[in-house]
C-alpha cells in the first residue's frame, strides 16, 4: 500500500470508514503497540525514561507520521470516545490494582492513605477550582460556568497512578509504595466519585448548602460502591469454595474471577455507582479469599492474565495521549491567543502544585503526631517531597473527565472547550514528561540505598512488639478460664488500642478473620 493510499485509510478513521478500513488501522494501532512493548524492554534500565513516557513519545511521533501522511487532516489511527475508556480500559487497570495490592502495607497505612485520597482530593479541588476562578479572567479567559470550574477541579485533581508507580520500587521503599499507590488509586476513584457528584449538581436551582449536598452525594456513592465490591467479591469466593470449579476445568476457574471482576463494574455504572472503586475493593477481596480457592495453576494464570491486560490498557491511554496531542482540529477549533494557552497552562500547573502540597505535609505531619512511636516509622520530610512530587503526574483519568465534561463523542465545536481540551493534553504532556522524567533521580538523591534499606526494615514491622497478644472477644474456652484473666485482656487491649490503634485493629480483624470469614470464603489460616 503506498504512502497515499495509507494517508486516505488513516484519514477516514472515526468518520464513515468501511470495514475494510477500520481493520487498516486496528492492525496499525496493535504494531505499534507491540512496539512500545518493544521500546520500553531495550529502555527498561534507563533511569530516566518509564513506559508511560516511552509510550506518549511513541505515540506524539506516531501522530505526527499520521498527520504527514493525511495532509493535516487527522493525527489519529482510532478515535478516542470517552465511554471506550470508561467501560474497556480502565477496569483492568483498577482491578489490578487492587488485586496485586499488597494488603499488609495498604491496610496498616489505611487512615494516612484514605486521608490522602479523599480529603485531599477535597482540598485539592477547592484550591484549583477557586484559583482557575479567580486567574483565568484576568488573562481574558472567563467564560465557563460554576460547574465547570468545580469540574475542573475534580479534573486537575485526579493523579496520575500508573505513571507514579513506575518510578517508584516496591522492594526498596515498600511504605513509600504502599503510601503513593494507595493514594492514587483512592484519589482516582474520589476524583471520578466528586466529578461525577459535582456533574449531577444543578447550580442554578441551588442557593446554598452546595457543599453538604457534593460531601452527601459522595459519601452515598463511596459507601455503597464499596459495599457492592466486597459483596461481589465475596461471592465470587463463594462460588469458588463451594462448587470448586477446578475439579473439572481450570478455564472456568479464571472466567469465573474475570467475568465477575467485569460484572462488579459494569453494575456500579448501571446503578450509578463509582466502577473504579467497586471493581478496586472487588480486587481486594477477590485476592484474599477467592485466589486461595481455585487451583495452583489458576493461580498463577490469574495473577499474569490480570496484570497483561492492565498492562496493555495503561499502553495504549499513554499511546493515544500522545497522538491526540497532535489533533489539529481541537487546535484549530480554539480561538484562544499562544499567550493566552501559555497563561490558562501556567495557572493549571502553579494550583496543581499548591493544591497537593496543602494536603500531602499538613496530612503527614498530622499522621506523624497521630501514631504512637511504636506504631510505624514517621513520614519523613524527604517522604513527604517524593510523595508531593509523584502525585504532581496527571494522566488517564484526567483525559477521560475533560473529555466528559467538554466534548461529544470526543468531539467539540465549542471553542471554550476546545480550549479546555487542549490545555488538559499540554498538562498531561508536561507533567508526564517533566515530573516523569525528574521522579527516580529525586528518588535516587533524596533516599540514598541505605535509607531505603533501613525504611524497608522498619515498614516490615522487625521492630514491632509481639503480635500474637490474646483479644477477649476472639479468645478460646481455654485463654477465658476465669473472669479475672478476661477482665486483665480487656485492659490490656483497650491499653494496646489507645497506644498502637492501626496495630491493634489489624490484629482484631485478623481473629476475625480467621474464625468467622476463611471458613467460609476460604483462604489460608493466619498464624
Known sequence: MSAAAWGEALAAVGGTAGSSTTVVSICVFTAVLCLCLVAGHLLEENKW?????????????IGAIIFLLTKGKQSHILRFDEQLFFIYVLPPIIFNAGFQVKKKQFFHNFMTIMSFGVFGVFISVAIVSAGCYWLFPKVGFGELDASDYLALGAIFSSTDTVCTLQVINQD?????????????????????VLFNAIKNLNISQLKGGVVLKVISDFLY????????????????????????????????????????????????????LS???????????????AWHNVTANSRITTKHIFATLSFIAETFIFLYVGMDALDI???????????????????????????????????????????????RTPITFKHQVVIWWAGLMRGAVSIALAYNQFTFSGVT????????????????????????????????????????????????????????????????????????????????????LLERPVHTVHIYWRKFDDKFMRPIFGGPQSH
Open 221 to 272: 456513592l463511596f459507601a455503597t460502591s464499596t459495599i457492592l465490591g466486597i459483596s461481589i467479591g465475596l461471592s465470587t469466593a463463594y462460588i469458588l469454595k463451594a462448587l470448586y470449579l477446578g475439579r473439572h476445568s481450570t478455564d472456568r476457574e479464571v472466567a469465573l474471577m474475570a467475568l465477575m471482576a467485569y460484572l462488579s463494574y459494569m453494575l456500579a455504572e448501571l446503578l450509578d
Open 329 to 375: 482540529d481541537k487546535w484549530k477549533t480554539s480561538k484562544a491567543s499562544f499567550k493566552t494557552s501559555i497563561s490558562i497552562f501556567g495557572i493549571i500547573i502553579l494550583f496543581v502544585l499548591l493544591g497537593r502540597a496543602a494536603f500531602v505535609f499538613p496530612i503527614s505531619i498530622l499522621s506523624n503526631n497521630m501514631s504512637g512511636s511504636s506504631e
Open 172 to 192: 526498596e521503599t515498600p511504605r513509600l509504595y504502599s503510601l503513593v499507590f494507595g493514594e492514587g488509586v483512592v484519589n482516582d476513584a474520589t476524583a471520578v
Open 275 to 289: 466502577g473504579i472503586l467497586t471493581v478496586f475493593f472487588c480486587g481486594i477481596v477477590m485476592s484474599h479469599y
Open 413 to 496: 465545536s465549542d471553542p471554550v472547550h476546545a480550549t479546555i481540551i487542549t490545555s488538559t493534553i499540554i498538562v498531561v504532556f508536561f507533567t508526564t514528561l517533566v515530573f516523569g522524567f525528574l521522579t527516580r533521580p529525586l528518588i535516587t538523591a533524596m533516599l540514598p540505598r541505605h535509607s531505603r534499606a533501613l525504611s524497608r526494615g522498619h515498614s516490615t514491622g522487625s521492630n514491632s512488639p509481639k503480635d500474637d497478644f490474646t483479644m477477649p472477644f476472639f479468645s478460646t474456652d481455654e485463654d477465658a478460664s476465669g473472669s479475672g484473666i478476661v477482665l486483665e485482656q480487656a485492659k490490656r487491649s483497650i491499653s494496646m
Open 49 to 61: 525514561v518509564n513506559e508511560s513516557i516511552t509510550a506518549l513519545i511513541i505515540g506524539c511521533l
